[in-house]
């Protein structure tokens, strides 16, 4: 089966401008979730998508970050504006339904640089 | 969820068995033990969990004490390609949050 996508590999933006990371979960999985990892810091929590719905958004830094999961398949990340501490990398993951038993699938991530 | 302890650093000759340990002396009974791997600029892989058996997988073993309060992950053969860093997580499964609190793990060196 195909894993867990997401795009762009790599992001370069101003400070100021917008980003929209992608991920596209396995067929099939009714959880995604954001994760990132910023410069030097350990990989945090960000939210979790039951199909469309939010069901945990707690680890959301601000109001600056969106996400949506239009669905319930692929998700959106949208940073606006960008500021440089957004610097870091994005990382996306899945699991099936009652997938706490289970160990999530994770992206290779979206490297975002804010300059 | 319950904190975990790991040691920061370690080296196995490849071919060996790398035994990687954990402490979580403050588990509950309703947490389980999860271990994830992360290669350079990959993302975290999962690689095993367990509650209080032992388990194994194509992948790692995972030894847990009978007390629950540490355990030890096992990569049978260790090759150049495990060399990543390693995170013991610990979490309740069944209800509230799906989380998974990464901590530093331990970077695992595998030398020729």
């Known amino acids: 089966e195909a894993g867990v996508t997401q795009f762009p590999s790599h992001s370069v933006i101003e400070k100021g401008q917008t980003v929209t990371l992608r991920c596209d979960p396995i067929s099939g999985h009714d959880n995604l979730y954001w994760y990132r990892r910023v410069m030097g810091k350990e990989i945090k929590f960000l939210l979790h998508f039951v199909k469309e719905s939010k069901q945990d958004e707690s680890g959301m830094p601000n109001n600056r970050f969106l996400a949506e999961r239009t669905g319930g398949t692929y998700s959106t990340l949208k940073v606006q504006p960008a500021e440089l501490e957004d610097s870091g990398v994005y990382f996306c993951?899945?699991?099936?339904?009652?997938?706490?038993?289970?160990?999530?699938?994770f992206g290779s991530g979206t490297r975002l640089t804010v300059v | 969820d319950a904190k975990t302890t790991q040691p920061t650093s370690m080296d196995c000759a490849e071919g060996r068995a790398a035994n990687l340990p954990c402490n979580h002396s403050t588990i509950s009974g309703n947490e389980y033990v999860y271990w994830y791997r992360q290669i350079h600029s990959q993302g975290p892989q999962y690689i095993i969990h367990g509650l209080k058996n032992n388990e194994t997988n194509e992948m790692a073993s995972l030894i847990i004490t009978e007390d629950r309060k540490s355990s030890t992950l096992i990569l049978p053969h260790a090759t150049l390609r495990d060399t990543a860093v390693y995170y013991c997580?610990?979490?309740?499964?069944?209800?509230?949050?799906?989380?998974?609190?990464f901590g530093k793990g331990t970077k695992l060196s595998v030398i020729p």
């Open positions: 997580i610990v979490r309740v499964v069944g209800a509230g949050s799906y989380q998974l609190t």
């Open positions: 993951a899945s699991s099936p339904r009652g997938g706490i038993g289970y160990g999530y699938t």
